[in-house]
């Protein structure tokens, strides 16, 4: 089946088209998403988020929730999951450049998360965008057309839980990483100091 038989998708609020507030004791505060504060493994900081001083609220649908699943609409079709278990990336207004999914149905959002977050379904969507080759953008309707395989609750959350602990594992596996860098860089510093002196 389609995921757009199993999943409610919409395009996140186009900011250009709302109005900002110089009057900030009587205006709506979001804090956005944006292209910048999202890694390549889909991970949000929270910090690097701009706030906006809105004269009406958005639509309640822009706005993440536990579960969501955003897919960034231009290359490299970051997959993001809103996961419930962490409160970094609930409450914040989606801009236009990510795609918004929400499960319907029987179907997990981990299950839909562990699709979309695929190489099939990246290569599907790179065959799929328009524009450039190397930075095409994809439509919410592409996102639809992804085929989602049949399984059962107990498959899906097999698969579910198999991907969210490997991307937990890739994580956790970036930051010794950057950790070992950074460690690295102040003992060479060091020991050039007391090589020169």
Known sequence: MLLSDVAVLR?????SRLQLSENSDACFQYDVLNLRNIDEI????????????????????????PDDILVRLSYPYTVIYID????????????SHFGIVRTKG??????LYAIL????????????ASGSTILGTISIKNIGMIQ???????????????????????????????????LLS???KKLIGQAKG
């Open 117 to 128: 977050d695929s190489s099939v379904a990246r290569k599907d969507f790179a065959l799929n």
């Open 186 to 188: 102040l003992t060479n």
């Open 11 to 15: 395009t996140g609020a186009v900011l």
């Open 106 to 111: 029987d179907v997990l959002p981990k299950y």
């Open 148 to 182: 989602v395989p049949l399984a059962s609750v107990e498959r899906q959350q097999l698969v579910g839980c198999y991907h969210n602990y490997a991307k937990k594992e890739i994580r956790l596996l970036e930051d010794l990483t950057k950790e070992k860098a950074r």
């Open 84 to 95: 419930s278990n962490y409160d970094y990336g609930s409450g914040l207004l989606v801009p």
């Open 42 to 65: 889909g991970r949000i900081r929270r910090s690097d988020c701009i706030r906006v001083c809105l004269k009406e609220q958005v639509q309640p649908d822009t706005i993440t929730k």
